[in-house]
């Protein structure tokens, strides 16, 4: 990943922070026709491992877990708050007119080697885990166990297991470092007042922070 020195986020409790956040990550892989993707959500046990380790799974008939099972090298991308920035923002575009559009960005980029799991009680401790942790804000969570035992049989004949122990993990919060403080508090107010969404708002507290702090 191309990185700026001022966009770099090396704290691994920072990148570890918007992978919670932000948990569906593209998985990137390479198999015998090129390189393979696939958006799935992953779980982050971050004492597993020194940097981490990500679990997941994918369904039997996705070819990529058997390309992983060839090829191990695997690259996961979360993706956080994004945002355009437009340069009637700047106060420099008043002052000199020297301005041009950008996009803002904090992404998370995770490398390791996959390992592929087939295991019947690996697959269900993880799915009651992955189900837990997402309906856990719910006044009344959904739980596995919420189904029938044959059916979450039948389901869990259908999923392979992933996991990867993070061997690099880059952070690169792109948010304006870069522009004067004049320029990064219009970049705040304009987010906040021309695009009042929780993207805008996430980005906008970004900016007013510098970085990932």
Do not use: C
């Amino acid at each position: 990943m191309y990185q700026p020195p001022h966009f770099r986020e090396d704290r691994l409790e920072v990148q570890h922070a918007l992978i919670k956040a932000h948990p569906l990550g593209l998985l990137i892989s390479t198999g015998d026709e090129g390189p393979m993707a696939n958006a799935i959500p992953f779980l982050l046990d971050a004492g597993a491992s020194p940097k981490g380790t990500l679990r997941a799974h994918l369904a039997r008939a996705n070819a990529q877990w058997r390309a992983l099972a060839v090829d191990w090298r695997a690259l996961v991308v979360f993706q956080g708050a994004d945002s355009y920035v437009t340069p009637s923002w700047y106060a420099t575009k008043r002052e000199t007119g020297k301005v041009v559009p950008t996009w803002n960005y904090a992404i998370v980029q995770a490398r390791g080697t996959a390992r592929i799991i087939e295991d019947r009680d690996w697959l269900a401790h993880h799915v009651a885990q992955l189900t837990g942790h997402n309906e856990a804000p719910r006044a009344e969570p959904w739980a596995v166990d919420d189904a029938p035992q044959t059916f979450i049989d039948a389901q869990l004949k259908g999923i392979i297991g992933i996991e990867i122990d993070i061997a690099a993990i880059e952070g690169k919060w792109k948010v304006s470092q870069n522009r004067p403080e004049s320029d990064r508090t219009g970049v705040a107010d304009g987010l906040e007042a021309d695009q009042d969404t929780a993207e805008a708002r996430a980005m906008a507290e970004m900016v007013r922070r510098g970085g990932g702090t």
